[in-house]
């Protein structure tokens, strides 16, 4: 038989699996020479022949992936994983908490940020800014004169609209309720491309006085107010007062500036308007041409801006423009959070991902003995590595549907809580793109998990194990183990103190004073119709309101504001001291709210000094003014304020108003915000239509807002009330992000901590079961159960302590950076750091005990023989 | 396993219809069929995993007798008949087995 044909035989049968092999060569060997005993000229070339070898081997190595071997692999994996339920169960936990936190912050930054806008062509969208570079506000409101040059001036952009957020009582036949209805330039819906679901948007002529009284509808006001009636078009409603035309109605998912618009009006263009360049209320939202770099418009922008700044120094000095794109400016504040979160998700996966492959790792190494056991029956390397990858796959799958499930629940919840807080976070959905997401990171994981121990445990040396089942192998990779475990305490230090630190801020913000007493009132805004005026009829209004409302037995006490505290809304004023120069460097603005007699003693706002506002504080009496403790403490040095007179705004013709009474300060940006210098004038001297009611109860201020109803409905039944609140609920609202954001570091400290865990369990388990003989011999030389136990919970803090210190560094250098989120408590809180790490290492020896156990119970006879 | 189940290929019907002529050996049939060796065992594996034919390894005695390495000899089964006589059905129409049939 000619040697080149035997060498490929020879070749072909490396490639069939080693239980055919023999049969392989011989049968091919046999033929080979048969063929080699016929007489030559018959004899067809003997190489050729042989090539067909090739093909032979190939197909029975392909017979190894046939449906019917890769059930059997599927079915045996189910066994095995049933037999080890412990193991099972723990790593589908991991991987399904893993995998199902990656999924769910995956689908919340997919929906804030990635998922372009829905407008067309989004990414040409910006919106603009006055650059206020005098008072250091680069993003001002842009006054209406200012937007007429830029659009005139500029030829960078297709558009450049303009809106105005403002709402009102809007009245579609039945009871009129409170619509937000932003006003908006002509091309509005233009710049943005999206056209109308039902009649048509905005034309030019519907910015010309009277042509002004049209609506186009949201999605939302269409559903909610309109029951979807398609012969809307053309209706007639009542908004403010004014007779208005619904000429079109918006498609879902089109709500633009805010979820909750109801509706859009246009913009009255009048005159007077076109020349206000002092008065600053518009967001400009641009269109930049195509072929047109955002560089360049912004530039051109500028120019124009610059050109304003000569030719209107009393009103523009300094003002300049801001331009971002339109998807920053939406989701702005959200963006670094998320990417942080996605990226700390990330980490956690993966260190639960190398978690699981050492969990792997120490289940393949106590099965190293069936493993051989196949091997010695024949199986090959392919095959013992492809069992144990159906495994691992089969292992992420389980995960990966269970983690699927969690992210679900998780982004519901998530969404929920957030949906005020994150833009555009109520479009989250697990949709096909985040399933998809799902299987990868799941494969991915599987892939990762169970290739490498498969790899690392399918080269047993068959002999020596099932001789003994060797004691050596795979020492290797213990030393990367342990660092791992080093990696996961670190982390889990890191994010545990963090979670440590905001906790302690939450709590701390819970324990401040407000300055007022939020239980047991419950509070409403009120929304008067144009046709008031006139001072008069306003101030007869609430007084009726008031009157019959403290009439009302549960009434303790009224009052109306026309901010309410920690409501998000508030006023400020220059403040002018008569006879006193304003000391140097102090900010000259003041907040300064206009309340009702009772207003102060509804909230229980102490007066601390002379009064607070009286009945007697009217139109034809003293204008007088009550200040805070605050605003004395900065502007009064010597801390006599009374008598003083101060005049509020920069009109040098407003009255002289003289400070009557001092009382406690209000933190009414909320009890995480500073005390602001404010003062209060009676609002019958500073008269408001649109104010806001606070009712305090006797008992539960929820069972008055009939009473509310009734009251405002007897005063005048065309007034709108609306947004019933108590004050609780308006602390809890502002705290609510707060609140979010601990909830959501404190997942994620809670998950790094027990993926720690499993680390660390995983690691000693491992060392456990290779150091058995050792231990079984020193047991039969007489240590005790208890020394051993020691000594292996020694063995795993070991590991842990050095994370604890790397993670406490980390946390002490990194912690500058949370330090705005945090709230009464240092960066570096020693209490923080120290109970926190302590704790970390306390459940490390809980998970190090159950491996320890099992170490002590060795029995030394059966350990010794083993 | 029933025959019906399994549509044998061209290729494959002549290999069995080889086996079944009486030609007992791969390359044998190579020759009979005009296929290469590299088509004509792997025909031969699908026809032994489906029990169309069985195989066997000569008397190591005979083999070593005759100073040469043993053999592996395929035959059909009374399924393998069955099939064939089905896939001749098949193709007959083609008309391409003639050629087999008359050599």
């Given at each position: 038989m000619p040697d080149l044909s035997r060498a490929i035989v020879r070749f072909a049968s490396r490639l069939v699996p080693s239980y055919l092999r023999r049969d392989f060569r011989d049968e091919w060997e046999g033929e080979l020479w048969a063929d080699g005993q016929r007489p030559p000229d018959n004899r067809v070339r003997p190489v050729r022949r042989a090539l067909g070898a090739i093909p032979d081997a190939l197909f029975l190595a392909s017979r190894q992936w046939s449906v019917d071997m890769l059930t059997q692999d599927v079915r045996y994996a189910f066994r095995v994983l049933l037999q080890r339920r412990a193991y099972t169960a723990l790593v589908v936990l991991t991987l399904a908490v893993g995998i199902g936190a990656a999924t769910a912050v995956f689908s919340a930054i997919d929906a804030v940020l990635l998922r372009p806008l829905p407008y067309r062509d989004p990414s040409r969208l910006v919106q603009v800014f006055e650059n206020d570079r005098l008072n250091h506000k680069p993003r001002y409101p842009v006054a209406p004169a200012n937007w007429e040059d830029w659009r005139a001036g500029t030829h960078a952009f297709e558009h450049l609209t303009a809106f105005s957020e403002g709402g009102g009582s809007l009245s579609a036949g039945a009871e009129p309720f409170h619509a937000n209805v932003p006003a908006v330039a002509t091309d509005f819906f233009d710049t943005l491309g999206v056209p109308p679901r039902l009649g048509r948007t905005f034309v030019r002529a519907d910015g010309v006085p009277p042509h002004h009284r049209v609506l186009v509808l949201s999605d939302r006001a269409w559903r909610h107010h309109f029951g979807q009636d398609p012969q809307v078009i053309g209706r007639r409603v009542a908004f403010n007062g004014s007779d208005y035309q619904i000429v079109g109605v918006m498609p879902a998912g089109f709500a633009f500036p805010t979820r909750e618009v109801d509706a859009w009006r246009p913009v009255a263009e009048t005159p007077d308007l076109s020349q206000a360049r002092a008065l600053h209320f518009l967001a400009i939202i641009g269109r930049v041409r195509q072929g047109v770099s955002l560089q360049q418009a912004a530039a051109d922008l500028e120019s124009v801006a610059v050109a304003d700044q000569h030719r209107y120094p009393a009103t523009n000095d300094q003002r300049g423009t801001t331009m971002v794109s339109l998807g920053e400016a939406v989701t702005g504040g959200a963006r670094l959070p998320m990417l942080l979160i996605g990226a700390a998700v990330a980490l956690l996966l993966a260190i639960g991902a190398v978690n699981v492959a050492n969990l792997t790792l120490v289940e393949a190494t106590a099965r190293r003995r069936e493993i051989a056991v196949r091997a010695a029956l024949g199986a090959n390397r392919l095959r013992i590595v492809r069992q144990l990858l159906v495994e691992g796959l089969l292992l992420a799958c389980a995960g990966g549907l269970l983690g699927i499930v969690i992210a679900r629940v998780a982004v519901q919840a998530f969404a929920r809580i957030a949906v005020d807080y994150v833009p555009r976070i109520d479009h989250v959905a697990i949709d096909g793109r985040v399933l998809a997401f799902a299987a990868l990171v799941s494969l991915g994981t599987g892939v990762l998990f169970g290739l490498v121990p498969a790899l690392a445990a399918s080269r047993p040396d068959v002999q020596q194990e099932l001789r003994?089942?060797?004691?050596?192998?795979?020492?290797?990779?213990r030393g990367i183990r342990s660092v791992l475990v080093i990696v996961e305490f670190a982390a889990a230090v890191v994010l545990v103190i963090g979670a440590g630190l905001v906790a302690r801020s939450f709590w701390n913000v819970l324990r401040v004073?407000?300055?007022?007493?939020?239980?047991h009132v419950l509070t409403a805004s009120i929304e008067l119709p144009p046709r008031y005026e006139d001072d008069a009829p306003i101030v007869q209004f609430y007084d009726r309101v008031m009157a019959r409302l403290s009439a009302?037995?549960?009434?303790?006490a009224v009052g109306i504001v026309n901010n309410l505290p920690v409501s998000g809304n508030a006023w400020t004023s220059w403040l002018t001291i008569e006879n006193a120069p304003r000391p140097a460097g102090e900010p000259p603005e003041v907040g300064y709210r206009t309340a009702s007699p009772g207003y102060f003693a509804t909230l229980e706002i102490?007066?601390?000094e002379g009064r607070g506002v009286s009945d007697a504080d009217n139109a034809a009496s003293l204008k007088v003014a009550v200040v805070n403790r605050a605003l004395v403490q900065r502007f009064f040095p010597n801390g006599h304020a009374i008598g003083a007179r101060i005049r509020l705004g920069p009109n040098p013709k407003a009255p002289w108003r003289t400070i009557v009474g001092v009382v406690g300060d209000v933190h009414h940006d909320g009890p995480d915000s500073p005390v602001d210098p404010e003062a209060f004038l009676p609002a019958e001297q500073d008269v408001n239509s649109d104010m806001q009611l606070a009712v305090r109860a006797d008992g539960d201020p929820e069972a008055l807002v009939g009473a509310i109803r009734e009251a405002v409905h007897e005063a005048d039944p065309t007034v709108t009330v609306w947004q019933f609140r108590t004050m609780d609920d308006i602390v809890d609202e502002h705290l609510a992000p707060r609140r979010l954001a601990m909830l959501v570091i404190e997942a994620f400290a809670v998950l790094a901590l027990a993926l720690a865990l499993v680390g660390i369990y995983g690691v000693l388990s491992y060392t456990v079961s290779q150091r058995v003989p050792e231990i079984g011999v020193r047991m039969a030389l007489g240590a005790q159960r208890t020394e051993i136990l020691r000594q292996t919970i020694g063995d795993g803090l070991r590991l842990a302590i050095p994370g604890v210190v790397i993670g406490l560094a980390i946390a002490a250098a990194a912690s500058r950076l949370v330090s705005a989120v945090l709230?009464?408590?240092?960066?570096?809180d020693p209490l923080a750091y120290g109970v926190l790490s302590a704790g970390v290492l306390v459940v490390a020896a809980l998970a190090c005990y159950l491996p320890a156990r099992r170490a002590s119970r060795v029995d030394p006879l059966t350990a010794i023989r083993a | 396993m029933s025959s019906s189940r399994h549509n044998i290929t061209y290729p494959t019907t002549l290999v069995l219809h080889a086996i079944a002529s009486g030609v007992r050996y791969g390359f044998d049939v190579a020759d009979r069929t005009g296929l290469q060796t590299g088509t004509v065992y792997p025909a031969l594996r699908r026809l032994d995993a489906l029990g169309f034919v069985r195989s066997n390894w000569e008397s190591e005695k005979t083999a070593r007798r005759e100073q040469r390495p043993a053999r592996r000899y395929y035959e059909i089964t009374p399924a393998g008949t069955g099939a064939l006589a089905l896939a001749m059905k098949r193709f007959e129409n083609l008309g391409r087995l003639t050629r087999v049939r008359n050599a």
């Open positions: 003994e089942g060797a004691r050596g192998a795979v020492r290797r990779s004073q407000p300055g007022f007493a939020a239980s009302r037995s549960g009434v303790r102490p007066v601390i709230f009464g408590v240092s960066p570096t | -």
